[in-house]
Every structure is written in C-alpha cells, then in structure tokens.
C-alpha cells in the first residue's frame, strides 16, 4: 500500500487508514469488542497500518479497542486520535445530546482550552496503551476558547513528546490560517466523497498551497455509495445515520440510480462499489489518506482491496459527469 508523509513532519501514513468510528459503537448501533480488535488487526497485517479514533467515539471504547489491538505493534503503527470534544464537563461550546454506550442521555461540548488539552491527551495516551501519539487533531473548532490557546497546548506537547506532529479536523482555511501562526499544522481531516465535494473549492487549493495533507473521512457517506441502501431500509436503533439528507427515500432512490450505472464499471474492474469509490477517493487531487471505516476482518480485507487497482483517467471523469447528474436531483 502506498505511504504518503503529512507535510514536512516525519509522520507517514498508508493512502487508506482504518477509521475507528463505528468499532467505539456510539451512533452506530453497537460494536462486538472482539470483531474490532480482530478487524483492526487485520488491517495491520496487510499493510494498513494508520489508525484513526478519537475519545468521543465510544466515549473511551474505540481508543481503548485500538489500545488493546495494537499491543505488541506499537513501532509497526500510526496512530492518529483528536481532542476537543468534552462529555465530562459542561464547559465549551453545547454541540448536541445524545445517548451513552449504555442508554444514558449525554450533553457533548466543544472545549480545547490549554489545560483541557493537556488532560485530554494524557487520557488518550492511557487508553491507547502508548506513550506517544504520532498526529493529534482538534476534532471540531470550539468558538469559545482562541484558537492560538489551543495551539499553545499543542507545541507544549510536541515539545514534551506526548505528540509527534499536529492536526486539525473541520477548519476552513481561515481557521488553518490562525493555527498556523502558532504551530505547524500537517493535515486537515474533513468529510470528502463523491456525493459531499465542496472542499474542492477553497480548502484543497489552500491546503496545496501550504504543503497541508488532507485527510478525507466519510468516503463513503456513511455507507449509502456501498449500494447497500434500499429507500425503506430500517435503521438498528441508535443508528445516526437515518437523520441524515442523503438517507432521505428521494435521495437514496436518485443514488441507487447512480450507483447502478457505476456497477457496470465496477464490473469492469471486478471490485465493488465500496472499492471503486474509495480507489476513485484516493486517486483526487489533494487527498493524501483517505479513512474507511471496519467492523470485522472481512470488511478490512474487502477495503483494502481497494488500492490494489487504479480507475483510469476517461472512467474518472465518466463518474464526475455522472455525479454532476445526480447533484441536479438531489435534495440536500
């Protein structure tokens, strides 16, 4: 699998990562602990060695899975975690409500003051079984604490060696501006996929400009380009994903017709769709990691298989003109 450095830091990682999301269980219907390490082990056995998880998934669990998967193997991986979003404290920015791995209602706030930081990573050092992380990202932007406290933060652990590099997760270019005045940043992680494009516009200019490696989550979006999704498909309770636009009947009826067309391209390649609009993320402009997310060995060894081809250029832009199509019909 190809490796790609972020920036000019000495932090590599695989062109596909495995993201650790749907193993912590929270908004997605529950996880198997075992199936998780397993699939994470998986993936580290077949050359996808760059993890990505955050403390909120699972409100601990997904670090504590990856902790617990990675033992023995902490020199053969990267691991790439975030801060920023605090349930233990009502101090931040009030993000949403949800429920708990075990039913109970949660409040969730946007908080990265300097000290928050601090602890966090410590928390996450713990729980990941490690005493280093090699990219630590803010996961959202919190409005109530400046941006330049929170970088502080960051150079302070990179000076101690808590944290190899530093990142940041859904800033705009302006935010990116700002922390770059305090610490070098190497990546943004925003959502990016052949159904959500915008970054397009000004973040992947900007981010080519600056030598910042982007790294795209939700290639997938949240699954529906799996062709899986049939418009009165039921949700397991506590499935997210049921509120979301592109899970409307109308558009997952316009999707599938999508979809249907790229089978025959898939056909082609003889891989699955999955695999078509992971390799078809790899391969645009500006994107240096692309995470995907696993359940169990099976769904690791199928995304992987997605770097073992290359869609060529004319197939691209028969997709583009496609999906220029499909966002006529959307109602987003």
């Known amino acids: 699998m190809k490796i790609n450095r972020l920036s000019n830091s000495e932090v590599y990682v695989t062109e596909l990562a495995f993201g650790a999301w749907a193993i912590g269980g929270w908004m997605w219907g529950g996880t198997d602990v075992k199936d998780s390490i397993k699939a994470i082990e998986a993936a580290i056995d077949n050359s996808m060695t760059t ?22 193997k902490r020199t053969k991986v990267q691991i790439l975690t975030k801060y920023g979003l605090n349930w233990e404290t009502k101090e931040g920015q009030f993000y949403f409500s949800s429920i708990s791995n ?18 966090e990573c410590e928390q996450s050092l713990k729980r990941l079984n490690t005493d280093y992380i090699d ?6 932007p919190d409005p109530t604490t400046p941006i330049e406290e929170t970088m502080e933060a960051i150079g302070r652990l990179i000076e101690q060696g808590k944290i ?31 159904l959500k494009r915008d970054i397009e516009k000004d973040l992947i200019p900007f981010c080519l400009e600056n030598n910042i490696a982007i790294i795209a989550y939700s290639p997938l979006q949240r699954g529906i380009l799996t062709g899986k999704f049939s418009s009165d498909f039921n949700f397991k309770e506590g499935d997210h994903r049921q509120n979301l636009p592109w899970y409307k009947k109308e558009n997952i009826i316009e999707i599938n017709k999508f979809l249907d067309k790229l089978r025959i391209i898939a056909n082609n390649y003889k ?4 695999q078509l609009a ?13 995470l995907v997310g696993s359940r169990n060995i099976n769904q690791t060894l199928e995304n992987i298989k997605a770097t073992e081809f290359q869609i060529s250029q004319a197939d691209i832009e028969y997709i583009n003109k496609e999906l220029n199509n499909l966002y006529q019909n959307l109602k987003l």
């Open 135 to 140: 990219l630590y990202q803010i996961h959202w």
């Open 271 to 274: 891989v699955t769709l999955t």
């Open 164 to 194: 190899r590099a530093a990142g940041v997760s859904n800033y705009s270019v302006e935010e990116l501006k700002t922390a770059l005045k305090v610490v070098p940043i190497v990546s943004d992680q925003v959502p990016y996929s052949m």
């Open 278 to 290: 992971l390799n078809w993320t790899i391969q645009q402009t500006g994107i240096t990691c692309t």
């Open 102 to 119: 075990d039913g109970k209602p949660i409040d969730i706030y946007k908080y990265a003051s300097k000290n928050r930081v601090i602890y």
């Open 51 to 72: 993890i990505d998880t955050a403390p909120v998934y699972g409100f601990g669990l997904s670090e504590q899975i990856v902790g617990e998967a990675i033992r023995g």
